[in-house]
């Protein structure tokens, strides 16, 4: 089974992949796209534009269990879906932490709060089974334990996307 971990940056996915390491393989986006040719040049914004027809090729290609760790995994055509969701002023004080602009902090803060990645979801023409679970104060351990669950049911589709930050 081939995973997708998404979500807005700042909503835990790197944190919680490293607590799945001990259960599956996991790669990263950006280091796959490195491996394999699909990372473009650093932005100003220190952003790395990804070929993710090129990788996409790729990884459905991989022969093993994988879970890939990434904000663009879910464009990936990998066998089920992680969104991760976080409330929108704890992702603000989370990159503002981590020292990105305000201008980008704010185009990720809405990105959330819109629900972006569930949104590009459910834009695809394809459809996997999905796994949306709210990070703002779960401990990671019992999100790991949450996602390997779900990973050893065989992701079981969980019905529709429900976190709403603007209801």
């Known amino acids: 089974m081939r995973l997708a971990l998404t979500g807005t940056p700042g909503t835990g996915k790197t944190h919680l992949a490293a607590h799945l390491l001990a259960h599956v393989e996991v790669r990263s986006v950006e280091d796959l796209a490195a491996a394999h040719g699909a990372l473009g040049a650093r932005e100003a914004d220190g952003a790395q534009p990804v ?3 090129g ?14 760790d990434g904000h663009l995994s879910h464009l990936l055509g990998l066998d089920a879906v992680v969104v991760l969701r976080c409330h929108p002023e704890v992702v603000a004080e989370r990159l503002r932490q981590r020292g990105y602009a305000p201008a980008k902090v704010q185009a990720n803060v809405e990105w959330e709060r819109l629900g972006g990645v569930v949104a590009e979801l459910l834009d695809a023409a394809e459809q996997h089974p999905l796994l949306e679970l709210d990070t703002s104060s779960q401990t990671v351990e019992v999100l790991a334990e949450t996602v390997m669950a779900w990973w050893l049911e065989g992701c079981p589709d969980r019905g529709p996307a429900s976190i709403d930050w603007l209801g």
Do not use: K, S
């Not at 990788?55 to 890939?68: K, S």
């Open 51 to 53: 070929d993710v027809e």
């Open 55 to 68: 990788l996409r090729a790729f990884v459905e290609a991989w022969p093993t269990d994988l879970l890939v």
